[in-house]
Structure formats: C-alpha cells, structure tokens
C-alpha cells in the first residue's frame, strides 16, 4: 500500500537534509528543531512505521509460510536499497573520491557508522547503516514478541534502550561525538515509529487511523505543539550540546514527527495538503533515497574534475546534477529492481483438503 502524501513527508526530509548540508550555518540554525535532526529523524521515525506495519501484518497473516515472510521481508528490503547503494559507491570509487575510495569495504558492510566511531569522517552512508542494522534486528523482535506486549517491547528496546545506552556510554567517559552514528544511539525515532504502526494495526490490517479521531486528536495535537516548542527553545538555546539535548531530544522530535506521519497518512488538507498533494513534492520523495546517497558527494566530484567553484556556483550545480542523476537512476536503474519485489511476496501455506475429501473422492471429481 502506498500513501500519496507520505512521498511528500520523504521529500520533507531530504529538503531538510540539504538544507544542513549546502544551506550554511546560519540557515541550519534558523531551521526549528535543526535541519540535519529533522531531516534524518523523520527518516528515522518513517522507517520504522513503514517496516513495523509491513512485518506486523505479514507476521500477523497464519495462512503465510513463517519462512516465507522471512525471506522476503530482505529480499525485499534488497532489492529497494543494494541496487542504488552499491552502484553509487562503485561510482565514487572508480572517480577515486576521498574518504570513500579508500575505506569502501567498511560502506558496502553497512558499518559506516562504525567507521565514524572509530574516530573517522562522518558520511552520510552512516544513518543507512542504521536502518540496515535495524532492519536485521526488527524482525526478530516483531516475530518472537506476543503481541499483547509488543508495545512495552518496542519501549524497551528503543527508547529506553536508547537511554541506558547514552548513560552508559557518558558514565564509561565515551563521548558523544563516538556513539552518535551507532544504532542504539539512533533507536529512539525509529521506536516512535514502530509504536505508531503497533497503534495502526486492526484485525491484521495496518494503516488504521480509526483511532485518531475526538479527542484523541485533539489532545495529540496539544502534545505535538509542546514537544514542537520544546525541542525549538532547546535548538536555540543550547544547539547541539547540552545533556538535555543528548537524552531527550530524539523523543520531542519523534512526537512531532508521529503527528507529520499520521496526518500525512490520512491526508493534510488545506494548504498543507496542497502542498503534500503536489506531483512534483511527492516525486522528489520518490527519488529521495537517491539524493540522499548523492547530493553530498557531487560537489566533490564538481571540484575533483572542474577545479575550485564559488558558492554561489556550486551549490546550485550540485543540486541540479544530483537531481539529474537521481532522476535518470530511478528510471532506468532502481525501478527495473523494484518491479521484482512482487515475485518475492511471501506464499500462502497449501491447504489441507476438508476432511473426508480423499485424494481418490478429488481424481474421480
């Protein structure tokens, strides 16, 4: 099932994501909440409603083979992210593009953000590890856990696994510049978003807003409005440091996207579902994943082969060869890989015949 308005939440994200990396310091920090927080926890926290609903109803479906949900859940999950992924490292390691051409073997394992706790660069390929780690984890966690506890289950293993991990990691004197890129610091919005699908889920069927009516609403709408306001001041007033913002700012901002993703879902209207509505948002959140993967590279590739550029130069540059790049790989690269993941949809287990229906009764039907 795809939602319209949730391609327009993706192309939300990554305008965030390039708004931290060409838009300047000033202008990331007139961006409320941070531009690079909003644009990668959004990531985060979608990540994990979509995986979430996806693994609960399949997980949840007795007429589908276990193994089967299985296999295809990564096979899936493969044939969506490997295709661009590797085919964009190779790219930067044949145009021998620093730090990437000479630590390759650390990107294609998943382990960027390993990488980077080890006290090197920080790339982008970092918060894809993250989801990849998740996503070998998650379905365990979804399959073995009865889904009267789930919830406090998803608690456990997110958000206050989270925690105890950032205290952990500050009581043994481990810096938080270290632990930033690593999964468990990175649990907490992705948790958010699997509580919201855990919430969606009715009768084995997800992406039931039923709920969110009345005052439910109403009283969410408050709740987001607060959070909204405290992870803005905290932005303000302490930036990127600060305890508070180490501890908690994941949950404010996951809050505040848990409202973008529910209303995005049912669909925003007036202005804001114009906007959602629009052909050519929501196409740039189709191709997100892509600029995501290039937007920060191709500026190096510009000076790499054309030398030194004015800001003012390549920046837009970039921005238009990125999307140029990304539009060409979608089309004739990324969707030829997608078009295979319904051959991959987990089989229906056979059917036993009624009883007293023998296989004589069936030939001589």
Avoid at 83 to 94: D, E, K, Q, S, T
Wanted: some cysteine.
């Amino acid at each position: 099932m795809r939602i319209s308005q949730l391609d327009a939440v993706r192309a939300l994200a990554i305008g965030a994501v390039i708004v931290e990396h060409y838009g300047g310091r000033e202008l990331n920090r007139l961006f409320p909440m941070g531009a690079g927080s909003v644009g990668v926890g959004l990531f985060f926290c979608l990540s994990g409603f979509l995986i979430t609903s996806s693994l609960l109803t399949e997980f949840s479906d007795k007429s589908l083979d276990r193994r089967q949900v299985w296999l295809s859940f990564y096979v899936r999950r493969l044939l969506r992210l490997a295709p661009a992924y590797y085919g964009w490292i190779l790219v930067l390691v044949l145009l021998g593009i620093e730090p990437v051409a000479s630590s390759w073997p650390w990107h294609a394992a998943y382990l960027s953000n390993v990488w980077h706790s080890l006290g090197n660069p920080m790339l982008d390929f970092w918060s894809l590890a993250v989801e990849e780690q998740f996503y070998v984890l998650w379905p365990f966690v979804i399959a073995f856990t009865p889904r009267r506890v789930l919830p406090l289950a998803i608690i456990a293993t997110t958000i206050v696994g989270s925690l105890a991990f950032k205290a952990a990691a500050a009581a043994a004197g481990i810096s938080s510049d270290a632990i930033q890129t690593l999964l468990f610091s990175n649990m907490t919005e992705l948790g958010f978003g699997g509580l919201l699908a855990v919430s969606c889920l009715r009768r084995g069927k997800a992406f039931d807003f039923s709920w969110y009516v009345g005052s439910t609403r109403r009283w969410f709408n408050v709740v987001a409005l607060i959070a909204l306001l405290n992870a803005t001041v905290a932005w303000y007033l302490v930036h990127t440091k600060g305890a508070y913002r180490y501890y908690f700012n994941d949950m404010t901002c996951a809050v505040v996207f848990v409202w973008i993703i529910i209303n995005a879902s049912i669909g925003f209207r007036g202005v804001i579902g114009r906007i959602f509505d629009n052909p050519a948002i929501q196409y740039i959140g189709r191709i997100s994943y892509g600029l995501y993967l290039t937007h920060n590279f191709v500026p190096d590739i510009i000076v790499k082969y054309f030398g030194e550029q004015p800001k003012i130069v390549l920046g837009p540059a970039s921005l238009a060869l990125s999307l140029i790049i990304c539009a060409l790989s979608w089309k004739f690269y990324e969707q030829p890989f997608l078009k295979l993941k319904d051959r991959f949809r987990p089989r229906r287990r056979p059917t036993a015949p009624p009883v007293g229906l023998t296989a004589e009764s069936q030939t001589s039907a």
